[in-house]
């Protein structure tokens, strides 16, 4: 038995003492090693304890490790802001640090609502989002947040928000490569928004490649372009959630590159800042932070916004993602596991589905491939096979995939300094943990090669 802890976070569950961790892998304090498949909670993108990010860090910790943001400005703060810039589209100008992705997203929608209110359209405060959805833990970003064992506890304490459902054309039998598909459901939110009453519709958030909630669901054919027209003809402002799909996993340094779409603002963390530090950014463009700070400033901060340790680790992460070309890694190596887990659903017939960019990657499991129709819940397949893979040294990351309450799928995203070796490990380990699922569940569609 491990001994007694003062900690608790979501369950009693635990867990072996972390001892190391190198690259792709970690050891506990037993000597067992884990290939990070899951890269934590989607965050470390380039890998653990790079020395040149830890060098990075060292400099700075020889300098300061804090400055307060209201008494000092600092070089790495300015440096990654500059730098964050000009990687996002042309016009987004403006970035606001944070500590994390929740964070992230509730300064987009303040900024979203100060803005209108500085405008004179004080009358717009809905931010409609999509369900399942996923953007972040504090009330704000639950509000948007459509993911009921996580929402309903806190509905008495929030002000919750218009939904959508997401694209997830596999769900509902469309084609994805239609783009009669996108406008489907691009239409649903023209259609919420005239229902609500386009006066009042502030903002629409959404991830451009789905995170936990969704799996790392891509967007059918068309429908990022038109999402960003039906904004456009309303006057909504476009938020995207990059703080999954952002920081290079899916090949692009941000997801909505894959379709050239620009919004107004931008909430990314996790691989931002790669698990060096906690790092997240808003970054928003000139348009609506200009009148914003002529109209007396943003009403919003945090203590460690710019902190410039973390801000050194965050430009050391992007000098790392630049230099070693993990941009094209992530989009080689991504194909190729993609590819080796679709091998998989031709093995075991309960993977019904295989999606995601680059490797921000997930697969789910189905009772019927025709029906699309989930495992029974009495399985609780979505913690048992991580167990099982865990158990065989793979870390990988799971959530139910109908609005939380039933269905399972599983995101598989090693960093992005992965090989070629190391999607063998992880399909080899995954195989020896599906076999086992599929023996205990006593799953009668299983082929067996």
Not at 285 to 307: I, K, Q
Request: glycine share 10%; hydrophobic share 40%.
């Amino acid at each position: 038995m491990p001994p007694k802890s003062h900690l608790f976070y979501q369950t009693r569950h635990r867990r072996p003492m972390l001892d190391r961790a190198e690259g792709v892998y970690l050891w506990d304090v037993d000597g067992k090693r884990y290939l990070d498949g899951s890269s934590g909670a989607m965050v470390s993108n380039i890998g653990h304890s790079d020395p040149r990010v830890i060098e990075a860090m060292r400099r700075q910790m020889d300098k300061s490790t804090f400055g307060y943001r209201l008494h000092f400005e600092t070089e790495p703060g300015e440096r990654l802001a500059e730098k964050v810039a000009g990687l996002a589209p042309e016009g987004m100008e403006k970035v606001f640090f944070v500590s994390g992705g929740s964070e992230a997203v509730e300064s987009a929608i303040k900024l979203a609502r100060q803005y209108a209110v500085t405008a004179g359209q004080a009358s717009r405060w809905k931010v409609i989002s999509r369900s399942p959805s996923y953007h972040g833990s504090t009330l704000g970003a639950l509000a948007l947040t459509g993911y009921a064992p996580l929402t309903d506890p806190f509905l008495p304490m929030m002000q919750a928000m218009p939904k959508i459902p997401a694209p997830r054309a596999y769900l509902d039998g469309l084609d994805m490569d239609d783009p009669a598909t996108g406008a489907h459901y691009a239409a649903m939110l023209d259609a919420k928004i005239i229902a609500e009453g386009a006066d009042s519709v502030l903002a629409f958030i959404h991830e451009p490649v789905g995170g936990a909630s969704t799996g790392a669901l891509v967007p059918p054919a068309g429908y990022m372009q038109a999402v960003r027209d039906i904004c456009d003809r309303h006057g909504v402002i476009l938020i995207h959630d990059e703080v999954m799909s952002g920081g290079g996993r899916t090949g692009r340094f941000f997801g909505a590159e894959h379709w050239g779409v620009a919004p107004d603002i931008i909430a990314i963390s996790k691989g931002f800042g790669a698990g060096y530090a906690p790092l997240g950014a808003m970054i928003a463009h000139e348009r609506y932070v200009e009148p914003v700070l002529d109209a007396g400033g943003f009403m919003h901060g945090h203590t460690y916004a710019g902190n410039p340790l973390a801000c050194a680790a965050g430009l050391a992460v992007l000098d790392v993602i630049d230099s070693d070309g993990l941009l094209e890694n992530a989009s080689r190596i991504g194909a190729l596991l993609k590819s080796r887990l679709e091998d998989l659903m031709q093995r075991f017939s309960f993977i019904g589905d295989v999606r995601g960019k680059g490797l921000l990657l997930a697969f789910e499991l189905v009772s019927d491939r025709q029906t699309m129709k989930p495992l029974p819940k009495a399985l609780q397949a979505h913690s048992e096979l991580v167990e099982l893979a865990y158990a065989q040294g793979l870390i990988i990351y799971s959530r139910r995939s109908r609005d939380g309450i039933e269905g399972d799928h599983f995101l598989v995203c090693p960093p992005m300094i992965s090989t070629a070796e190391h999607v063998e490990e992880i399909i080899e380990k995954l195989t020896i943990a599906l076999t086992q699922f599929e023996n205990r569940a006593d799953l009668p569609l299983s082929r067996k090669n």
